[in-house]
């Protein structure tokens, strides 16, 4: 168990819907990730929150749109996406402490389908 | 932009085999971590090296960095089929705790 729940699981969506992901943590942690794994390509880092505050946006296309209301929490908020936004988007959190040694604890992934 | 180019990509041995897994870049970490990602789940932490030169072992999976701190390996004895996943390697940046990926080795280890 790693204490990072994400919701939906799996998500099938056309390019005019609008969706949301979510991502709870109950580790305590300070920092929250969201991050993009797609089958030909590394996994990507989109977002960064800390301490609620957004450190780091990936240059991330406008159609993603993150949330953080308190430390637990995370939301992706997607719209008019493209079928190239296929992937499984992965959330992460850790400490906070910026400590290169720092642990990220990772969430089992939204598996992503835009038609 | 920090690279880490792992190899190979696709590993398929027989259980009882050893194996290594690369992870090389061009550019100096502060930290290298590995994970294992198993079908359905989130990448799980296996072990981080942070001294040039550092070897760690946990049971039968041996991790090194590289003295100059630009690659590792990593290397599974006597692989067993619970061994199966994805393994993944992540360089931790100097300036904070961001990680670069690695592009991945996918073990599968047959009975």
């Known amino acids: 168990e790693t204490g990072v729940t994400q919701t939906p699981r799996h998500l099938v969506m056309g390019m005019t819907n609008k969706k949301s992901l979510k991502c709870e943590q109950h580790?305590?942690?300070?920092?929250m990730y969201w991050y993009k794994q797609s089958a030909k390509k590394p996994l990507e880092l989109m977002f960064v929150?800390?301490?609620?505050?957004?450190?780091e946006n990936n240059s991330v296309p406008s159609r993603f749109s993150p949330e953080c209301p308190n430390s637990s929490h995370l939301f992706l908020h997607l719209h008019t996406l493209q079928p190239e936004d296929s992937a499984l988007y992965l959330c992460?959190?850790?400490?906070?402490?910026?400590?290169?040694?720092?642990?990220?604890?990772f969430g089992p992934g939204t598996r992503l389908l835009v038609l | 932009t920090q690279l880490l180019e792992q190899s190979p990509q696709f590993l398929s041995i027989q259980e009882g085999e050893n194996l290594t897994v690369y992870c090389n870049s061009s550019?100096?970490?502060?930290?290298l971590q590995w994970y294992r990602q198993e079908p359905g789940e989130g990448p799980v932490l296996l072990v981080t090296?942070?001294?040039?030169?550092e070897v760690k072992k946990l049971k039968r999976l041996t991790f090194q960095f590289g003295d100059a701190r630009k690659d590792s390996s990593l290397h599974i004895t006597a692989a067993q089929p619970g061994d199966t996943g994805l393994y993944l390697c992540?360089?931790?940046?100097?300036?904070?705790?961001?990680?670069?990926f690695g592009g991945g080795t996918r073990l599968m280890v047959k009975p």
């Open positions: 580790l305590g942690h300070n920092a």
């Open positions: 992460a959190s850790s400490q906070g402490s910026w400590d290169y040694q720092e642990t990220q604890y």
């Open positions: 090296v942070v001294t040039g030169g």
């Open positions: 992540a360089g931790g940046d100097v300036a904070g705790n961001m990680l670069t």
């Open positions: 929150y800390n301490f609620k505050e957004q450190t």
């Open positions: 550019s100096v970490f502060s930290s």
